[in-house]
């Protein structure tokens, strides 16, 4: 299976697509399908569904069905792909934030601690950033200032003079894989809080890589000058920077008018789904409708 999606039915449901079914409606993270396949069997034959995914090898798994609109990009650019094909407003945007199984699985893609791989962690592997550029050419400064803030890892100032430490013994002064930063950390981390830590250095990197929370506050901003009245906006984060600029998003919306029912809390896998899928476990849904025109 390329990517077991998280929160299927709860976050389709959180579009209220029944109302609409003829409608015009986004996937802003493709992956393995299964948020696209679940909204196309609630459109009617009118319906439209977009999907967005940077990564070519997700794309490949599309459908053939001519409502489907398939655009491979950033969901960043989300408001200038719709401007741009003439949608005008749409119905319903639903954004899953997490990497998927086979970004994760697929150890050259450099995206995980359990593989000796490069350090790449690209989701859009025409870029050119990659997590290696990273770890050799950012000074000790910058380094623990991302391991701090998309890593929130405490000690973040010891860790990055760790890295610009053992980058000086390598072969030309760079670290190229995966074991080599783990052997380069191996003091800050034992058999039992390998998992934790590791986990929070590798998103640290990879949120650099890819931009993330620089990209979500412009596909947030993007997707609310899309949709429609009515509209429902649905998205599922994994970590708490996220969460926040989520939930700061939809509350302040709701303070403008723009938004009215948004959802006070979010909305968490149940323990079936956790036991099925470990990686649901830190997976929040929050969700919000447009109920008129931006200020």
Do not use: W
């Not at 870029?127 to 991302?146: H, P, R």
């Amino acid at each position: 299976m390329y990517h077991k999606s998280v929160l299927l039915k709860e976050s389709v449901d959180a579009l209220n697509i029944e109302e609409k079914r003829g409608g015009t409606f986004v996937d802003l993270t493709f992956g393995g399908g299964g948020h696209s396949k679940a909204i196309l069997e609630r459109l009617d034959s009118n319906g439209r569904l977009l999907v967005f995914d940077q990564d070519e090898e997700a794309l490949a798994n599309v459908p053939d069905d001519k409502r489907i609109v398939k655009i491979r990009s950033n969901f960043r650019f989300l408001e200038n792909h719709i401007k741009f094909l003439g949608v005008g407003m749409v119905d319903g945007i639903i954004a899953d934030l997490g990497v998927s199984s086979h970004q994760f699985d697929t150890a050259q893609r450099g995206f995980s601690y359990r593989f000796d791989a490069e350090l790449d962690m690209r989701m859009n592997q025409l870029s050119e950033l990659k997590a290696a550029d990273i770890v050799n050419n950012y000074g000790q400064q910058k380094l623990a200032m991302i391991f701090k803030d998309y890593g929130e890892i405490e000690g973040a100032g010891k860790v990055a003079a760790a890295v610009c430490s053992y980058r000086e013994t390598c072969t030309d002064n760079k670290i190229i894989s995966t074991e080599q930063l783990k052997e380069a950390l191996a003091k800050f981390y034992n058999q039992q809080t390998e998992r934790k830590f590791l986990g929070k250095v590798f998103q640290a990197l990879r949120i650099e890589v890819n931009q993330e929370i620089r990209a979500l506050e412009d596909m947030l901003a993007g997707g609310k000058e899309v949709l429609a009245n009515g509209g429902r906006f649905s998205v599922i984060t994994y970590h708490s920077l996220e969460d926040r600029i989520v939930k700061n998003f939809f509350r302040q919306g709701k303070a403008d008018g723009i938004f009215g029912t948004i959802s006070k809390k979010p909305i968490l896998p149940n323990e079936d789904e956790i036991s099925a899928n470990g990686r649901s476990r830190s997976a929040k849904l929050r969700y919000a409708e447009k109920v008129r025109a931006n200020i």
